[in-house]
């Protein structure tokens, strides 16, 4: 890893990112369209090969990630790498546990899945 500034990143709870620092949680995903724009001082853009500090709700970074790869899904076709890197045990599981991110995703809808790897606690 270079020395220079990571990213940024945080996920929508600390038992997220504590999935996270337990090596658990490889994958997440992301609504088509917002891959590119950050969300304020702690979410910036995905990009695949860049490193990202982990920060939970009281801003304290808890892990460094590297994105590997991002792909296009479809709500009626999960792959089985993304449920089970979002620590689900099966594609049913991986669609109750995003209904409400997604708002009520209808047949055909499509998103964002990125996957990564911990390169360190912190």
């Known amino acids: 890893m270079e020395n220079r500034r990571n990213r940024r990143m945080q996920f929508d709870s600390d038992s997220l990112v504590q999935q996270v620092v337990d090596g658990l949680k490889t994958a997440s995903v992301v609504r088509l369209g917002e891959v590119e724009s950050g969300d304020g001082d702690y979410d910036d853009p995905l990009v695949v090969g860049e490193y990202y500090d982990v920060y939970d709700s009281r801003f304290n970074s808890r892990a460094t990630i590297r994105v590997t790869a991002m792909e296009l899904c479809n709500w009626e076709a999960i792959p089985e790498r993304l449920w089970r890197g979002e620590v689900n045990s099966s594609p049913e599981e991986f669609k109750a546990d995003h ?24």
């Open 99 to 122: 209904m409400e991110y997604f708002s009520n995703p209808q047949p055909g809808f499509e998103f964002v899945a990125y996957y990564f790897e911990l390169v360190k606690q912190n």
